[in-house]
Nanobody, 123 residues
Framework: VQLQASGGGLVQAGGSLRLSCTAS????????MGWFRQAPGKEREWVAA????????SYTDSVKGRFTISRDNAKNTVYLQMNSLKSEDTAVYYC?????????????????WGQGTQVTVSS
């Protein structure tokens, strides 16, 4: 079971990035997928989640209207499109998977995690 995140980098404030997370070793379309982030010295926080069929999406308030989560079950991949980036979005971003359909904003809900990809937004 593996999640491989990619797409991070250095971008100026106001710019965009698209993160990808590709899964292997399990039945991707049976799992809720989430994105989390962790800034230096801070706890890991939930960013967004998407239901196994993509019909339900949810976001933390600070990214609503700027970030979009999506998934392509044929490619076993979940995406996070990040627009209008701000310096406070700087963090390591992690993708995660869970079969649970509740508490999808909680770290402990997710048993499967990717390795993280660094996003740095310069002001």
């Amino acid at each position: 079971v593996q999640l491989q995140a990619s797409g991070g980098g250095l971008v100026q404030a106001g710019g965009s990035l698209r993160l990808s997370c590709t899964a292997s070793g399990y039945t991707f379309n049976q799992y809720y997928m989430g994105w989390f982030r962790q800034a230096p010295g801070k706890e890991r926080e939930w960013v967004a989640a998407i239901r196994w069929n993509g019909e339900i999406k949810s976001y933390t308030d600070s990214v609503k209207g700027r970030f979009t989560i999506s998934r392509d079950n044929a490619k076993n991949t979940v995406y996070l499109q990040m627009n209008s980036l701000k310096s406070e979005d700087t963090a390591v971003y992690y993708c995660a998977a869970t079969k649970a359909g509740y508490y999808v904003d909680k770290v402990d809900t997710y048993p499967i995690w990717g390795q993280g990809t660094q996003v740095t937004v310069s002001s």
